[in-house]
């Protein structure tokens, strides 16, 4: 059975099982140049204790947050573009649709 690797944590310097840190959350334009974990040249290896204040400084950021917010509601504005644009698209189909019919009947008389 494999052991863990034991090293000294980039946080608080004890020799322990250490992991790498790796944020779990996305970005929304220049976010990316700003965010406190995406910026470091390389992620910390960390014990266990220094890993949950990691993640939870990540969970609790609000630029973070924010981001998140702010891409929920371009996603939310894009979806109902999306439908007014198929909205039209069906309304545009049953106008042709309309029109082609009555030239037929107009033909046919």
Do not use: S
Not at 29 to 50: I, S
Not at 63 to 89: F, H, L, P, Y
């Amino acid at each position: 059975m494999n052991q863990p690797v034991e090293a000294h944590c980039d946080h608080c310097k004890q020799k322990r099982p250490l992991f790498l840190f790796t944020p779990d959350h996305g970005h929304l334009g220049a976010d990316m140049f700003t965010c406190r974990w995406c910026t470091r040249d390389k992620q910390p290896l960390l014990c266990v204790r220094c890993w949950g204040t990691e993640k939870q400084l990540e969970e609790n950021d609000p630029a973070i947050n924010q981001g998140a917010e702010t891409m929920q509601q371009i996603c939310d504005t894009n979806a109902r573009i999306d439908a007014r644009r198929a909205a039209r698209a069906a309304a545009d189909r049953a106008a042709c649709e309309a029109i082609a019919a009555a030239e037929q009947a107009g033909g046919a008389q």
